[in-house]
């Protein structure tokens, strides 16, 4: 089946009377039927949950033909905005075609790695206008889409159970992590040394734990000082 953009051939033929000759000039065809695509911020469909910065997601959106032909291939182009970027291109899908009166679905990957906060969504239909429609204005929509933050761990100061320990007497040491992303942590490593460990300091205890999104969490670990 043709659809528009398409090539085709049509056989033309006109009866003349004998010794009569015919040329064609500024020949036009027009389109018997109507195109017109459509979509709505509720046609893009994203994870229910949020990402985190990084994950690889899916986005589709669901593409209307309200016209009385069939569309032929189709681009739907996606973007995001990017904090300090502005609207960044993350992929396109070409659909085969949209039935008359139908939907079809368009979908990628999106690689999440840069975006974190609110982030708007926009898909565009035939970005390029190779397609002629009744109806430009209804080809963007554009919905808002949460990404979370990454783990990002903190330490803070140290605290000695004595502030003043004396030789051979243990002492403990409380160790702060707090977590000020928005995803968890799994466990991780805290480990106190003697010394810096880049230059040869000695370990002297550590504790693994998980850090929850806006958590804090406190190890401790037993020293003994040493003479």
């Known amino acids: 089946d043709a659809h528009p953009g398409d090539e085709v051939d049509i056989p033309l ?25 459509s979509l709505s911020a509720a046609d893009i469909g994203v994870p ?6 990084g994950a690889e997601i899916p986005v589709s959106a669901t593409l209307h033909n309200n016209g009385s032909l069939a569309s032929g291939g189709v681009v739907a182009a996606f973007f995001a905005n ?5 609207e960044w291109y993350i992929g396109s899908s070409l659909v085969g075609s949209i039935p008359a009166g139908g939907t079809a679905l368009a979908q990628i990957n999106w690689d999440t790695l840069g975006f974190n906060g609110s982030i708007p969504l926009t898909v565009r239909l035939d970005p390029y206008q190779r397609v002629t429609e009744g ?6 929509a554009t919905t808002n889409y949460t990404i979370l933050t990454r783990p990002d761990l903190v330490f803070a100061e140290m605290e000695l159970s004595d502030p003043e320990p004396v030789d051979g007497q243990t ?5 702060p992590v707090h977590n000020t ?10 480990r106190l040394y003697l010394g810096n460990p880049a230059e040869g300091g000695s370990l002297i205890g550590e504790a693994v734990q998980a850090v929850s999104a806006g958590g804090l969490v406190i190890s401790v670990v037993d020293w003994t000082p040493a003479a």
């Open 13 to 37: 033929r006109f009866h003349l009377p004998s010794g009569i000759s015919l040329r064609l000039t500024d020949f036009h065809a027009v389109l018997s039927g109507t195109l017109d695509f």
């Open 48 to 53: 229910a949950s949020s990402p985190t910065e």
């Open 82 to 86: 990017a904090p300090g970027w502005g």
């Open 135 to 140: 109806n430009e204005d209804n080809n963007t």
């Open 171 to 175: 002492v403990q040491v409380s160790l």
């Open 181 to 190: 992303g928005q995803t968890n942590a799994g466990s991780t490593p805290v």
